[in-house]
């Protein structure tokens, strides 16, 4: 009888210990997307004098932790009754990205948080200013087309970027994204004469405050490369 208990013991912990085993553990994907921030092409279309173009990428370090970044070209004219000026130039944004949403099993979408180190490399080129005349009684400005526009080189600015937004899986490894992004100019090189309105990547540029903002909208394809 003893014998028997035992035996039964023993049976019953093999197959409990086998039955542990055989539960499958879940892994999670570790991938690398690519895409395109579809704004700016959509704005090189409709706007007359601007054209653009950003690739981002981003990859799964951990669980919640991504790297990411931007890189891309701005070409912008901005005309006005006291100035003309063209930017051009190129830019690059790196950092990471945390994602603060808890997915069911096998989803990947992103509440996401995250920060940006841009920098930049661009030029201006001035096609024409208002100069402003005195008289006795009132003050009035000329504008003054340049027969050969002055081209400003060699410029670079630095800045800090802060973004939230989400992004989410539309198709087998396709995804949408949005994020609102502030940005901090750090430093920027200057010319005489002539003051820094517009910066590739960061955008518009105040003497009242370095503060910026923007938006991306991206779309981008997911290469999975192993699980873990």
Partial sequence: MLKSIISGLFLLIVCIGHGQDSIPKYTERYSLRFGIDISKPIRSVVEDRYKGLELTADYRLTQKLYLAGEAGMEDKRV???????????????????????????????????????????????????????????WQEELYKPLDTPIDYNNLSAFWFQLLIGVK???????????????????????????????????HRVSDISPWGAGLNYTIMYQFPLYRK
């Fill in 79 to 137: 005309v006005s009754e006291s100035l003309d000026f063209q930017t051009s130039g190129e830019y690059l944004k790196l950092g990471l990205d945390i994602n603060l949403f808890r997915n069911w099993q096998g989803m990947e979408n992103q509440l996401l948080t995250g920060f940006r180190l841009g920098t930049s490399t661009y030029k201006h080129r001035l096609h024409g200013y208002a100069v402003r005349q005195l008289n006795h009684f």
């Fill in 168 to 202: 989410s899986e539309l198709l087998t490894n396709l995804y949408i994204g949005i994020s609102v992004r502030m940005n901090y100019l750090i430093s920027d090189k200057e010319v005489d004469n002539f003051d820094n309105l517009y910066v590739p990547g960061f």
